[in-house]
């Protein structure tokens, strides 16, 4: 096999709704920045259900959302309210600390409807760590997009075919979603020293070697390989240069040091992340009495 296998581990955050989790693993605990990889869904909600993600904190990361179907209400401590939609990205920099929560937005929840999409965590290079967080909101028609051939790449984070998207970065990295016609090729070259690519949907090729649906594959270095899409595929495509040193991860945390890690925890017994706007509960840590939810 010209590629290294990551299969899911399935996961459910309770009242049906699972994801897929494809990073960390082993012995790809990163590609790239990206540290954590989440495919959630597809799951229907019924007319009064819907995602609770109660508040919860991050740090030394950011996150990625990327929706193919549904809507996500985002609420975070500096005050953000924002809907994503699918084709958008909500991109929020946890630096050196941000609490947020997830929900459906009441529209959804009230009529019922489905969610489906990939959520990731990109890990801070150690001069960014400690920033002060942020949140963006990019419509899908602010996202570069590339057509060819049968293949519709749209540019989330990063740069890839010549494209840049607007969203911010802080290392070197690519992140992007495919939609690939039956018969289309791609070719992945070596720009990036970690690449990988995911198969959400459908079936395709690497080189000729099936991809198995919501696998990821981790590319070769220095070699270029090409996707030959079999049937429609939803793809996305990952990567960037290796992180600066390894990370530890407790949690919703991600750092450098498991000092920053502990300070973390007292910071969030504390309540000290800040308040969630219209938010009156929160996740608390895994070693609280209560159970603990694990959502990005």
């Known amino acids: 096999m010209t590629f290294s296998l990551i299969k899911p581990h399935v996961k459910d955050l309770g009242g049906g709704f699972t994801v897929r989790r494809l990073l960390p693993s082993h012995p790809h605990k990163m590609v790239g920045p990206f540290i954590f990889f989440d495919h959630m869904g597809h799951v229907r909600f019924a007319p009064g259900e819907g995602l609770d993600v109660r508040p919860h904190p991050h740090i030394g990361l950011a996150t990625v959302t990327y929706l193919f179907e549904g809507a996500i209400l985002h609420r975070d401590s500096l005050g953000t309210v924002q809907e994503i939609h699918p084709g958008d990205v909500n991109w929020m920099t946890a630096g050196d600390g941000i609490a947020h929560s997830e929900r459906s937005p009441d529209a959804l929840r009230r009529a019922g409807g489905a969610l489906h999409g990939i959520q990731t965590w990109i890990a801070l290079p150690k001069e960014h760590e400690r920033t002060e967080p942020s949140f963006e909101h990019h419509p899908g028609v602010a996202l570069p997009t590339v057509s060819q051939d049968g293949v519709e790449l749209r540019i989330i984070v990063g740069s ?109 017994r504390a309540q000290g992340f800040g308040k969630v706007p219209d938010e009156t509960e929160w996740i608390p840590l895994p070693d609280e009495p209560k159970p603990a939810e694990s959502f990005s």
Do not use: C
Request: hydrophobic content about 45%; aromatic content about 12%; proline content about 6%.
């Open 160 to 268: 890839f075919f010549g494209k840049t998207s607007p969203v911010t970065s802080y290392s070197p990295m690519f992140y992007v979603a495919a939609e690939m016609q039956p018969g289309a090729r791609l070719e992945i070259a070596p720009d990036y020293t970690e690449r990988a690519v995911y198969l959400a949907e459908g079936e395709l090729t690497l080189d000729g070697e099936a991809l198995p649906e919501r696998h990821m594959a981790v590319l070769p270095e220095a070699q270029a390989l090409t996707i030959e899409a079999k049937t429609r595929a939803r793809v996305m495509l990952l990567g960037g240069e290796p992180m600066d040193g390894d990370r530890f991860i407790w949690w919703n945390f991600v750092a450098s040091s498991k000092e920053a890690i502990q300070q973390a925890k007292e910071r969030w």
